[in-house]
């Protein structure tokens, strides 16, 4: 299971990795709220846990930011010495679902981030993202710019199949395969080329939506 740990100073993240890693957690440490944006924009982990003092932006910035960009999804854990009553408030205001204070005990925070995932289920997220679209696999709706978008099911399956597999092409027999001939019919090779040409006119031709010649289709953040 997967963590963000977005911290500047080095032998904490270090230490906070190792302890976690030994428990089957894998820690991707971040130094800065750029690069945690980057990083949540291509992958979202089980959990973040975040600091509050950082290079070029404060941690209850960042909070704010993930819940607006992914709502409850993702569960947020605060990491930091301030510790005065307005600042916990504050990170609770900003979307916090827990708060530990530094200096701490590894095995306090191993005990806080296990009761985080059992509540929210250590689930995976129920919205992917790639640039500025947004599928949303609960309702089975898609947004471009926080725009629905109407989808026939061929549409919203191709792209749902793209999404879950961002960053890798797929070829064009797989995607036959997995969105229209699980029932083992025969569909001509046509219906993906017009499908996609659909979906990208529908999105307004986004670029996150790259053709790989003669071989397939690769959805990746271009932004």
């Given at each position: 299971?997967?963590?963000?740990?977005?911290?500047?100073d080095?032998?904490?993240?270090?230490?906070?990795?190792?302890?976690?890693e030994?428990?089957?957690?894998?820690v991707?440490?971040?130094?800065?709220?750029s690069?945690a944006k980057?990083a949540?924009?291509?992958?979202?982990?089980a959990?973040?846990?975040i600091?509050w003092?950082?290079?070029?932006?404060?941690?209850?910035?960042?909070?704010?930011?993930?819940?607006?960009?992914?709502?409850?999804?993702?569960?947020?854990?605060?990491l930091?010495?301030?510790g005065?009553?307005?600042?916990?408030v504050n990170g609770?205001?900003?979307?916090?679902?827990d708060?530990?204070?530094?200096p701490f005990a590894l095995?306090?925070?191993?005990?806080?981030?296990?009761?985080?995932?059992?509540?929210?289920g250590g689930?995976e997220?129920?919205?992917?993202?790639?640039?500025?679209?947004?599928l949303?696999k609960?309702?089975?709706?898609?947004?471009?710019?926080d725009?629905?978008?109407?989808?026939?099911?061929?549409?919203?399956q191709?792209?749902?199949?793209l999404?879950?597999?961002?960053?890798?092409?797929?070829?064009?027999?797989k995607?036959l395969a997995e969105?229209?001939?699980?029932?083992?019919?025969?569909?001509?090779?046509?219906?993906l080329?017009v499908?996609?040409?659909?979906?990208?006119?529908?999105?307004?031709?986004?670029?996150?939506i790259?053709?790989?010649?003669?071989?397939?289709?690769r959805?990746e953040?271009?932004l």
């Open positions: 299971m997967e963590i963000y740990y977005v911290e500047d080095r032998d904490i993240a270090e230490g906070v990795k190792t302890y976690l030994v428990r089957d957690f894998h991707t440490i971040l130094e800065s709220v690069d980057q949540l924009m291509k992958r979202q982990p959990i973040i846990i600091d003092n950082l290079p070029d932006e404060s941690g209850d910035v960042l909070c704010g930011w993930i819940r607006r960009r992914f709502g409850e999804n993702l569960p947020v854990l605060f930091t010495v301030k005065e009553t307005e600042d916990i609770f205001q900003n979307g916090a679902d708060y530990v204070i530094k095995e306090v925070l191993y005990s806080r981030i296990l009761a985080i995932l059992r509540r929210t689930a997220s129920k919205e992917l993202y790639c640039d500025d679209i947004r949303d609960e309702k089975m709706a898609v947004y471009r710019e725009e629905e978008v109407a989808l026939s099911q061929p549409e919203y191709l792209l749902l199949y999404m879950e597999h961002k960053g890798k092409t797929v070829t064009r027999e995607l969105v229209w001939d699980m029932n083992g019919n025969y569909v001509n090779d046509n219906t080329t499908t996609v040409k659909r979906l990208r006119e529908k999105l307004g031709n986004p670029a996150c790259r053709t790989v010649r003669s071989f397939g289709y959805m953040d271009t």
